[in-house]
């Protein structure tokens, strides 16, 4: 079990860790880099490792040490964390010659954020034991605003027991942290949160399009259907965007068709039919091959527009 120690700072309790304890953490991009950055905050010994160095040049330029490899991460972490693309990415993060099952010390804690296939997650989980090792599927929902703000909602599949123990570490990048079950349960909730989101947007994007059509001014609209029955956090937050010409990543249009491909598969492979969740991927799929994959969610906005 991680030592921690309790310090008040501001007002605030504050946990960190014994001062061998050190938190690796693989992935800097639009949501990595802020989250990475709340641990460093909070006074943790940080490693981190990305593909692209320049991505982290932040993190170490504010206390941060660098890896070469996952292997170094895994080699010198206490606690690891992985927020990557793709599950391919995350295959490759934890099962290749350099990844941290194979290379990860006895008794250390495995945290996966990325969004990805509740099987591999199983599969992670699976492998990680017979080393000795916790692994724990987490993935995230608040988008970039939500880990610059530690508010992140997080899903959590593991051993309930394993979960209590890193808690105090994930309590440092969100407000909203939920033990789901056992491992993959943690990857299955977050397909639940992309299928509630993919038909909402739908929704947000047709009736901001509706005013506008209408002669309506949609941002006096939003005033009035943003605290009624429609309220949403897509249409607090992201429809503001849309107005305003911003269509910079919070989080990757690219990444949300991987997810919704996700669910969909898993959701044949239970025998249930998703025709909302089917719509919305085939209008994200018209987007990116219009060269939208790199621009946020909110872009579904352009669908209407172009």
């Keep these: 079990m991680l030592k ?6 501001e007002g605030k309790m504050i946990l960190l860790t014994h001062e061998k304890t050190v ?61 990557v693309g793709y599950p391919t990415d995350v ?46 599927d987490a993935p995230v929902s608040g988008g970039d605003v939500g880990a610059k703000e530690a508010k992140l909602s997080i899903m959590v599949g593991g051993e309930q027991k394993a979960y209590e123990e890193i808690r ?13 079950g056992k491992p993959g349960a943690g990857q299955h909730t977050k397909m639940c949160n992309q299928i509630a989101i993919a038909s909402n947007m739908i929704g947000v994007c047709e009736a901001i399009i509706y005013a506008e059509k209408a002669g309506l001014d949609p941002e006096i609209v939003l005033k009035s259907i943003t605290t009624g029955a429609a ?42 039919d998703a025709p909302g969740l089917a719509l919305a991927k085939s209008l994200y799929i018209q987007l990116a091959e219009k060269g939208e994959e790199n621009s946020g969610t909110q872009a579904l906005y352009k669908y209407w527009k172009s």
């Design 4 to 9: 921690l120690k309790e310090i008040k700072r």
């Design 23 to 83: 938190i690796g953490f693989i992935g800097t991009g639009v949501m990595g880099k802020s989250m990475a950055e709340h641990l460093l905050n909070a006074g943790y010994t940080i490693v981190v490792y990305s593909r692209t160095k320049e991505k982290a040049a932040d993190l170490l330029r504010k206390g941060a040490e660098w890896a070469d490899t996952p292997r170094e991460v895994a080699e010198r972490a206490t606690v690891s964390f992985t927020m």
């Design 231 to 272: 309220g949403s956090w897509s249409l607090s937050n992201l429809a503001p965007r849309m107005l305003n010409g911003n269509f910079e990543p919070g989080f990757y249009i690219k990444h949300f068709i991987k997810d919704m491909k996700i669910a969909l598969d898993e959701a044949e492979r239970m025998g249930m």
């Design 168 to 180: 105090p570490i994930l309590e440092q990048l969100g407000t909203n942290i939920v033990y789901q």
């Design 91 to 136: 295959e490759e993060v934890y099962f290749g010659e350099n990844g941290l099952i194979q290379n990860g010390r006895e008794g250390s804690y495995l945290i996966d954020m990325t969004t990805s296939a509740p099987s591999l997650a199983v599969k992670i989980y699976e492998q990680a034991k017979k080393r000795g090792i916790q692994a724990i």
